[in-house]
């Protein structure tokens, strides 16, 4: 097949996948690269727990923050630039990796076919997480292992890999065992002179790097083990039982590829001294899910590099049954995969959760056009859980804005309950005792929330008009909603008609104007930890 077209076709999905791709899926795909990469590139931002404990390396986001000191120098840094740049440049690598790919596979038709359909992957290539980032590189490293040959080129980016994502070892460990088996070369030259040399420099670069940007001599690597391993951090932000990666999270990631993949596995297994490479890979991916099964905390993107591995069993698999299938089983079993993907494709990417992007475009709107009676500009609450949406990277206006922490336990603190959490136990006390009512103009000036929570800080929103109302989700999980909802404070002789008679509809009006009077009467008593602690500079 010409190569050319390979290229063209693999970039343009990739590409594709920037502009169709406009829903949000974790937080760390802002917050843990493009907030970071905005704190440097323009000295305010936010930065969350992770980068004040130093378990995260600061290598990926400075090559964004290259990016954005490019854009700022050519004076083209929009907040609209800000945002699509990294995920092209991502999309680019993720292009790349593919052909390595397809290269690896030996340039067969079916492994071109499954690089470019699974819905996962279209989903993530784009994205600025470092998941996306380490598939991409293990993808490369895979491309050029020594599966015949000598070569130990590979050892850069896995070692990047695993430099980054610590966890990224579980991979790499058995297939670094499966390459000192096989080599006819000295064992302890191998050793020394490529593995600990590779990785003494990758090391060196990465703990430079973390050092100068921490402040402070820091191996994240380390620092990224002892708590989100050793302490287990990481089930503060949930957990799952022990086989979820079995029977959830690798067939949801796979999709209707699963079905071929088991039976690619079954195929593999039989004639395991038949098909070599296969047989190690599915090692390793058994060795990966059962290491990270023992990690209470999962999610689908955490096997996101298991998905190479899969994808060259399946696709050396189907290309061996190919040879006795009939044209129209092949037809049948290729569509079969193509719709089965762009279902969940299509619909993760463009429906589900679009709200929080969406709702960034309206207030970097009023991030630079809004002011109020006092010509101050905007102060932006966000009332939803913590990291909801992106940051300063989507508003690019150096602008107060606020929202519910979640930081962990970290002070091993007794009962101890986050911000956000304290919010959602009692919303109307945690406004009353954290943000100024009296008077008017030290409110915040506007609000972000999803539709449920309105109903519960009515007397809040007494002071406020609804702006933007944007869909986001079709149904109503914990503390979202089928909507967003902006709300604007009120201006000087300003009426909110609607609220006023949802005021008077509340069977507990009384009580609640009696609170309203209470709170402005003593409103300069109130901790006001608005304005003074959320301009992050």
Excluded at 179 to 200: A, D, E
Aim: include cysteine; hydrophobic fraction near 45%.
């Amino acid at each position: 097949m010409n190569i050319f077209f390979v290229l063209l076709l693999i970039l343009a999905v990739r590409l594709a996948s920037v502009f169709v791709v406009k829903t949000f899926y974790v937080p760390d795909e802002y917050w843990q690269s493009l907030e970071v990469a905005h704190k440097l590139a323009f000295g305010y931002g936010y930065i969350t727990w992770e980068w004040v404990q130093g378990i995260r390396s600061y290598i990926y986001p400075l090559l964004i923050a290259g990016v954005y000191k490019a854009l700022a120098l050519l004076n083209l840094d929009s907040a609209y630039l800000l945002a699509i740049l990294p995920r092209i440049l991502q999309a680019l690598l993720t292009t790349y990796s593919d052909y390595r790919f397809y290269v690896w596979t030996g340039k067969r038709k079916w492994a071109l076919f499954l690089i470019v359909v699974p819905w996962f992957w279209f989903y993530t290539g784009s994205r600025t997480l470092t998941n996306t980032l380490e598939a991409s590189l293990t993808t490369i490293a895979l491309s050029y292992f020594p599966w015949t040959g000598e070569s130990s080129l590979y050892l850069w980016p896995a070692a990047l890999c695993c430099y980054l994502r610590p966890t990224a070892a579980i991979i790499w460990l058995p297939l670094s065992i499966y390459h000192l088996r096989k080599t006819k070369q000295s064992l302890i030259g191998l050793l020394f002179k490529k593995f600990l040399v590779i990785g003494v420099l990758v090391a060196a670069l990465g703990i430079g790097v973390d050092t100068y940007l921490h402040g402070k001599l820091i191996i994240t690597p380390y620092e990224f083990l002892k708590y989100n391993v050793f302490h287990n951090i990481g089930s503060f932000y949930g957990s799952h039982p022990w086989h979820w990666y079995f029977t959830i999270g690798l067939p949801s990631v796979l999709g209707i590829i699963t079905l071929p993949f088991l039976f690619a596995v079954i195929e593999t297994v039989r004639r395991s001294e038949t098909y070599p490479v296969r047989k190690n890979l599915l090692l390793t991916i058994a060795i990966s899910l059962v290491a990270f099964s023992f990690i209470e905390h999962k999610e689908f993107r955490f096997v996101t590099s298991l998905l190479p591995l899969c994808l060259y069993i399946t696709a050396d698999t189907l290309t061996r049954w190919s040879y006795n299938a009939s044209r129209k089983m092949l037809w049948f079993i290729a569509l079969l995969i193509v719709f089965g993907n762009a279902i969940p494709a299509w619909y993760l990417s463009t429906i589900h959760q679009k709200g929080p992007i969406e709702v960034m475009s309206k207030l970097q709107e009023v991030a630079a056009d809004y002011r109020d009676e006092n010509n101050h500009r905007a102060n932006i609450l966000f009332l939803m859980p913590c990291h909801s949406t992106p940051f300063y990277s989507h508003i690019h206006q150096n602008v107060t804005m606020r929202f519910l922490t979640c930081e962990p336990n970290l002070k091993d603190e007794k009962n101890y309950k986050d911000e956000a959490d304290q919010f959602y136990e009692s919303p109307v006390h945690w406004l009353r005792s954290h943000i100024p009512s009296y008077p008017r103009t030290a409110m915040p000036t506007h609000v972000v929330l999803y539709e449920p929570l309105a109903g519960k800080v009515n007397e809040f929103l007494l002071n406020y008009k609804e702006l933007y109302r944007i869909i986001n989700a079709e149904y109503v999980q914990a503390r979202t909603g089928k909507n967003i909802l902006v709300y604007q404070r009120l201006r000087s002789g300003e009426e909110n008609t609607f609220n006023r008679d949802e005021f008077r509809a509340n069977p507990n009006k009384e009580t609640i104007a009696s609170n309203i009077e209470e709170a402005n009467d003593n409103g300069n008593d109130n901790d006001n930890d608005f304005d003074d602690d959320n301009m992050f500079n």
